[in-house]
């Protein structure tokens, strides 16, 4: 065992799965979340607004969660999540057309944030030495400069800790001012600012919803003119997610002849067809989400020992992606590799695990951003070489509208399978190049982006 107790602030995915890696290295891990947690999966934590809207767990994260998990894609099949092949079983409307359909042998699962969020929790609570608290706030650290010892709770108490996991979230700044207090300091951030506002339904699912007996859909304009973006997702219970929304003030309205509309606008009939046809079973809801972000603690000069961030509180990328879950969940596994290599929670492994966790965020960081800085209207630091990256994307994605070998790279890159490299071996270049000449949409797409350069 490396220390005595370690504490993780934030019960997402993201918290649970830094507990379960410390819990195989700590005596005690304690658990603090401000939320109510639910004992069903049938409502969302208060702290995560969006929690109802579409979730994608890519493949990466299920088999990065499988393995602090043993069994959990057999559980939540067994608890009604969808396994679907997203080469086969994926509606893709990317690019001005569909991309075409075949067997890719890849496990994908589909369900709703709650239900796996709650299967997860329950694992946790079964290990014997975690302990999780809910209603229970921090308000700060503890310790001296340099190093954290503990946290302050909102009522007064203090707990010590060998190791203080900061899962709080997106906002950032509260962790700032907990570190500024020790006289540590703020990290350096990158934000990029994308306007993004989606609204969601859940509906109840029948076969036919969809064409071709397809499990899930995806819908993505074709930028830079058009700016919105749809997800449908087969659930449990017999149930649709249907989220749609979109880039700068494209957004979805909350009333149902609006939210149809507005479905009815985008690039593939196929989502109107399945809001007129099925039944709602709840409210609308919608969620706003201003600017992606990213903090860069492997940057800071001086770190404190006793203290490290995980999950959005590291990298909150444009929901739209599906990225967050599967960023946390490598996180955690990259915390543990960490705390292995130096047996203590010091300054020097709070170093080493950041570079690991930019290293896991750098390519999603830049694939997002990327996708983002397709519209001009994107503000924020640009990484370079992006124009041409999107321009070699645009072929890319235009040639899995005819060939699976370019769509199976694609797929593999979007689930973190393979490396972006594998885009650019020659081989695959020549049959993008080549590939993307025969798509049905490729004089629509380059005429628009001959108008945009204009």
């Known amino acids: 065992m490396i220390g005595s107790h370690a504490i993780v602030v934030g019960g997402s995915i993201g918290g649970m799965a830094a507990a379960t890696a410390l819990a195989r ?3 005690r891990v304690t658990v603090i979340d401000r939320d109510s947690l639910p004992t069903e999966a049938a409502r969302d934590r208060r702290g995560v607004p969006h929690g109802m809207h579409a ?17 959990l894609t057999e559980e939540l099949i067994a608890g009604g999540a969808v396994p679907f092949d997203p080469g086969a079983d994926l509606l893709f409307h990317q690019m001005g057309a569909l991309r075409v359909r075949f067997r890719s042998g890849m496990l994908g699962i589909s369900q709703t944030r709650a239900f796996l969020e709650l299967t997860v929790r329950r694992r946790v609570m079964r290990l014997p030495n975690v302990t999780i608290h809910d209603r229970l706030a921090v ?3 503890t310790g001296v400069s340099g190093r954290v010892t503990g ?25 700032d001012r907990w570190l500024e207090k ?3 300091p703020a990290p350096e951030n990158s934000v990029v600012r994308i306007d993004v506002g989606y609204t969601s339904r859940l509906y109840s699912r029948q076969p036919g919803d969809l064409p071709d007996g397809t499990l899930l859909a995806l819908m993505a304009a074709v930028p830079p003119h058009h700016k919105k973006a749809a997800a449908a997702f087969a659930v449990e219970g017999d149930r649709w997610v249907v989220t749609i929304g979109g880039w700068h003030k494209e957004h979805a309205p909350a009333d149902p002849a609006g939210f149809l509309d507005f479905a009815e606008g985008l690039p593939s009939p196929a989502i109107a067809h399945l809001i007129k046809k099925a039944e709602p079973l709840s409210d609308l809801e919608t969620r706003q989400f201003p600017a992606a972000r990213r903090r860069f603690f492997e940057r800071l000069d001086r770190l404190p020992a006793g203290y490290v961030a995980l999950g959005d509180t590291i990298c909150s990328f444009n929901p739209l992606y599906g990225q967050g879950m599967t960023a946390a969940t490598l996180e ?38 990327g996708g983002d800085f397709a519209y001009p209207e994107t503000t924020g630091p640009k990484p370079f070489g992006t124009d041409l990256i999107n321009r070699y994307a645009r072929e890319a994605m235009l040639a899995s509208h005819v060939s699976p070998e370019v769509h199976k790279v694609l797929l593999e890159m979007q689930h973190w399978l393979c490396p ?35």
Not at 152 to 169: C, F, I, P
Not at 336 to 358: P, V
């Open 182 to 184: 020790l006289d540590c």
């Open 420 to 454: 972006p490299s594998a885009l650019l071996r020659p081989a695959t270049v020549l049959r993008s190049l080549v590939a993307a000449r025969r798509s049905p949409a490729r004089a629509e797409v380059v005429a628009q982006s001959a108008a945009s350069a204009r």
């Open 332 to 369: 955690a596994h990259a915390l543990g590799r960490s705390l292995d290599k130096f047996g203590t929670a010091s300054a020097e492994m709070a170093r080493h695990y950041y570079r690991a966790a930019g290293k896991v965020l750098e390519t999603p960081w830049r694939m997002a951003t």
């Open 151 to 175: 946290v302050e709770l909102d009522d007064g108490r203090t707990l010590a800790a060998d190791l203080v996991v900061d899962a709080t979230g997106r906002s950032g700044g509260r962790s």
């Open 55 to 71: 979730h994608a767990l890519l493949i990466s994260g299920r088999l990065a969660l499988e393995e602090l998990y043993p069994g």
């Open 25 to 27: 290295r700590f005596d």
């Open 139 to 141: 308000s700060g650290l």
